[in-house]
T-cell receptor
């Protein structure tokens, strides 16, 4: 069993839809990271959170430490949100990554 | 601030050749991480370095792979006698303090293709 599980693996949506991506982990953590990998390959850090909720523009990340679960929400999705979204948790001095959720938003 | 710079962006090597991948961390960052992303797979940790020191190389294959982060200059990931299975995207990330609850900044990656 992977230490970090993401669902769904693939997600398609129409522009404007509300998107939810889930991440479950099995290790105790101090913080969880959400990353975005663009079709060109570049990786951007979206959020790092250890409790509660964070919001940046149309993106919202929540985490429940007791249930070892985090969600990434995208409101009013847009084709430019198409990317792979990856959650990652620390293990000693390094990150362990989920396999990612490939999101495609169609106009 | 130029961010994390990796070069080359693409690298083609024949089996048996050496590959050298470079990573210049963000200004002020002294902690560097290398990750590998095999085709259709997730990112996997390879090695964590601080200036002149290897802190954790538990994710790096024992043979043919080495990494360094000298006092001056970029971090180098070196792969000797490459094989087709080494074909992957190699990403470098840097941070200021090396804490796992600290934001990481990623480079654009080096796509290594072994013919």
């Amino acid at each position: 069993k992977n230490e970090v599980e993401q669902s769904p693996q693939n997600l398609t949506a129409q522009e404007g839809e509300f998107i939810t991506i889930n991440c479950s982990y099995s290790v105790g953590i101090s913080a969880l990271h959400w990353l975005q990998q663009h079709p060109g390959g570049g990786i951007v850090s979206l959020f790092m959170l250890s409790s509660g909720k964070k919001k940046h523009g149309r993106l919202i990340a929540t985490i429940n430490i007791q249930e070892k679960h985090s969600s990434l929400h995208i409101t009013a999705s847009h084709p430019r949100d198409s990317a792979v979204y990856i959650c990652a948790v620390p293990n000693t001095d390094k990150l362990i990554f989920g396999t990612g959720t490939r999101l495609q938003v169609f106009p | 601030n130029a961010g994390v710079m990796q070069n080359p962006r693409h690298l083609v090597r024949r089996r048996g050749q050496e590959a050298r991948l470079r990573c210049s961390p963000m200004k002020g960052h002294s902690h560097v991480y290398w990750y590998r992303q095999l085709p259709e797979e997730g990112l996997k940790f390879m090695v964590y370095l601080q200036k002149e020191n290897i802190i954790d190389e538990s994710g790096m294959p024992k043979e043919r792979f080495s990494a360094e982060f000298p006092k001056e200059g970029p971090s180098i990931l070196r792969i000797q006698q490459v094989v087709r299975g080494d074909s992957a995207a190699y990403f470098c990330a840097s941070s200021a303090q090396g804490a796992t609850n600290e934001k990481l900044f990623f480079g654009s990656g080096t796509q290594l293709s072994v013919l």
